[in-house]
């Protein structure tokens, strides 16, 4: 079983930039298909960013062009850019696989204001 820890969330201007990382045990985390979801005040839990084993990506609507999902299999850690930000991108932040199988772990408060 994997087990997550996310961190490098903040609070940050409009316009500005914050880098999140996971960290994840286990022995496995390279065998799977990986993302970032996030849950906004009074919102569901949405994913923003999908990276295959092999580092093929893909993002929500409402991160492309802003956001960059990464990983580093040797380091069993999972990566999230995010650019050019905006109030309503203020969330919780999570990783976990594709399809959730990991139980989720404490998140990363990203809070975009002025």
């Known amino acids: 079983q994997v087990q997550l820890a996310e961190s490098g969330g903040g609070l940050v201007q409009p316009g500005g930039s914050l880098r999140l990382s996971c960290a994840a045990s286990?022995?496995?985390?390279?065998?799977?298909?990986m993302g970032w979801y996030r849950q906004g005040p009074g919102k569901e839990r949405e994913r923003v960013a999908m990276?295959?084993?092999?580092?093929?990506?893909s993002n929500a609507d409402s991160a492309k062009g802003r956001f960059t999902i990464s990983r580093v299999n040797a380091k069993n850690t999972l990566y999230l850019q995010m650019n050019r930000l905006k109030a309503e991108d203020t969330a919780v932040y999570y990783c976990?696989?594709?399809?959730?199988?990991?139980?989720w772990g404490l998140g990363a408060q990203v809070t975009v204001s002025s």
């Open positions: 286990g022995s496995s985390f390279r065998v799977y298909y």
């Open positions: 990276i295959t084993p092999d580092g093929a990506t």
């Open positions: 976990n696989s594709d399809g959730q199988l990991f139980e």
